[in-house]
């Protein structure tokens, strides 16, 4: 024991908080009380996917983690992996181990056969539990979610088979409220958004700077809840809008972000075309550095939407014609029709859009345009400001967090 105590302790519950994360220590022990169960935190639509974000930047930065479960929280979380995602992501990471502290023993290898039946969980429809998870794992015993991926050849499903995951979840949803007269509508911009989100994180989250599988932890999930949207900015102040009774998709991935990918292709000699001019100065920040206090923020964020966009401008000289993203134009149009919501919180960054019902018109062009009247810009506004495009920072973090709700009336 006195071992344990003279590592940095924190509560699992405490990574759905603002508190400091204790980076750069040998080991650190985190505690998963049976309070973790009952904890009205983890239920704030958005705050699970970062919380799991937190977990995947603390255990990529510290040499190993020992998790010490609470008796009532071990016996829960290990019958039913799936429908408890921050809890469960520990089971997958490489550089952790477990104890269950005091009374009745609970041994190594019951938690090795709830790893095996997270990853192996599938979707189910009927979504008895408001809240399951699909895990990637890339690294140390594999293993690919069938619901996403085809075994035989490991690469993503077809299209098709996505709208076919995306029609069941969906309809299954009728008792939620959502009318079927709706499912020919929302199925097929869902799965391509749903899909593209994935195929993402296949591309970009999987390996390090030199192309290797990352390691220790190589982890991507899929969240699928079913919450109760707040507004995040009426627009009638006076009027009470009550939440919104919402789908929500979140893909997370424990890679080296946006930024450090984009970083990653520059250097690797991957841009074809005419090559970046030496003397630009937002091309020799991106070649010299790696993300961090050296990096400005709106290099940073001219980044995120350079990846995020199919076309972007020349806030940043990229010579690839057509470069892969996965459209954020395409998304936030979608969104707009579904009267839905976006959010990623990668790096520094924190930002969203939002086309609820009664939220405030923002970054929408004007219905005089001749090419996109009424249609949303291309861009993100920061999630602590609201009201601007320019981001505010943040704690900086590990992978990628992107959220995307449809509102299910």
Known sequence: MAEISSAP???LLDLATNRALPLGQPEVVVEIPDTYLTDERLERPGVEGIAIQRLFTLAQQISSIRFSWGQAAARRVLASPAVHPLASVSLCLNNATHVCEGGETIGKDAFERARQSLVSHRLGADMFSECQMLVSLDYHRPSLPFDLYEPSSRRLRREEEFESLVD???FAQRGAGFRAEM???FRLPIAIILRELIENTDDHARTDFNGGT???NAVRCLLVKRIEQEQLFPAKKENKYPPVPCLEFTIIDSGIGYYNSYRRQLLRGQARGVPVKVGETQADTIRQYELGSDVPLDIEHAILLKCLERHSDNVIPDPRPGHRGMGLYEVLRALKMMRGLFEV???RIHGYRSFLEGEA???LESDESKTRPGMPKASLLDMSSR???KPTPHELVRGSV????????
């Not at 992107?402 to 009336?409: C, D, F, I």
């Open 168 to 170: 069941d979840l969906l």
């Open 361 to 363: 018109r923002l970054q």
């Open 9 to 11: 302790m924190l509560s």
């Open 402 to 409: 992107v959220r995307v709700v449809v509102p299910l009336v």
């Open 183 to 185: 499912l020919p509508k």
């Open 387 to 389: 009201f601007w495009k």
């Open 345 to 347: 919180r990668t790096g």
């Open 214 to 216: 990352l390691k220790p």
